[in-house]
Nanobody
Framework: QGQLVESGGGLVQAGDSLRLSCAAS????????VGWFRQTPGKEREFVAA????????NYADSVKGRFIISRNNTKDTAYLQLNSLKPEDTAVYFC??????????????????WGQGTQVTVSS
């Protein structure tokens, strides 16, 4: 069983950008889809974005569409989430997750098999 390690979070001002990374180890990264979720205290984990194994297909939550970009580099076993035009409501712990499934709902947390420990993103107004 491999590991997923997120990085790149931090404290920024509204309108700024961040790039989160999700580094995978111990698995064949190109065989898994990747999702990003976020969670704030007392709330359910919320889908943000997902990318297929090849990177050709992506999905976004409506709340981040047009501002966030998900990508992956299978030669580096790493996925990314570019966060642009950040808003205070984007403040959350961001998690990456991977799934070996082909079909199903990529926006559902139960679709994913393994999760990272998360990275904090805080956006001040």
């Amino acid at each position: 069983q491999g590991q997923l390690v997120e990085s790149g979070g931090g404290l920024v001002q509204a309108g700024d950008s961040l790039r989160l990374s999700c580094a995978a180890s111990g698995r064949t990264f190109r065989t898994v889809a990747v999702g990003w979720f976020r969670q704030t205290p007392g709330k359910e984990r919320e889908f943000v974005a997902a990318i297929s194994r090849s990177g050709q297909n992506t999905n976004y939550a409506d709340s981040v569409k047009g501002r966030f970009i998900i990508s992956r580099n299978n030669t580096k076993d790493t996925a990314y989430l570019q966060l642009n035009s950040l808003k205070p409501e984007d403040t959350a712990v961001y998690f990456c997750a991977v799934s070996g499934k082909i079909f199903g709902d990529r926006s559902a947390s139960r679709w994913y098999d393994y999760w990272g420990q998360g990275t904090q993103v805080t956006v001040s107004s």
